[in-house]
């Protein structure tokens, strides 16, 4: 589709999300700000479930010289990442994270960083480990892996809190005007476009049903295990989290 069709359907994702992820932006500065500050600004980056390219357009523009291999598996979304993303600094590709040899698909080059945001969660706990598995495959010694997300973590008392704090959120968000969900999709499908490949995306996710969110320390852990040498948190909000490791 062309770029100004697509980057409206940015703008209102952008929109769509922010309903459901408070400080969104924050999360997105503080994962570019660690990528410049370790690793600089020439780099090369994978971007694990793109969405329609939110994460990546924004790599592009805060770090100059950075190029950008985008991956999803939702044909939809990458139809919209190719509208929104230049061909000449971002390669977008379909990809299934769940197949096990998913990072044979992404080139036989090492990236400098790899990042994903709200997108790792629809993952079963074995899934998420076979990611990061690969993941710290593809990346360069010193290299690093950022992934953004609601994790439960926190006792139950704030667990409780962080959860009217989404409720609040959202119905401060849907009442100013933004889409659901839902929403967002049907309005995707008036692209016809879009529309012819409703039926190829609704047979993909036909049999699959969303995971339980895997927690913080599960995480943390699965990412030692994969081989980075240094794992932490480096921004959280509550149970919105930034996890941050260093090959």
Known sequence: MNTDEARELLRQWDVQQEAYVAHREQRFTVMLETIRLHLGTDVRVLDLACGPGALSDRVL???????????????????????????????????????????THVGDEPFDAIVSSTALHWLSQQQLLGVYTSAARLVKPGGLLLNADHLPFLPPAFQAVAERHDAETQESGFASGALDYRAWHELAYQHPELADLRERREKRFADRLPNPKSPLDLHLAALRGAGFAEVSTVWQYLDDVVVAARR
Do not use: F, K
């Open 61 to 103: 523009t805060a770090l100059p010289g950075s190029t950008v291999v985008a991956v999803d598996y939702d044909p939809m979304l990458l139809e919209i990442a190719r509208g929104v993303l230049p061909s000449n600094r971002a390669r977008v590709l379909d990809v299934d994270l769940v197949a096990a040899d998913w990072g």
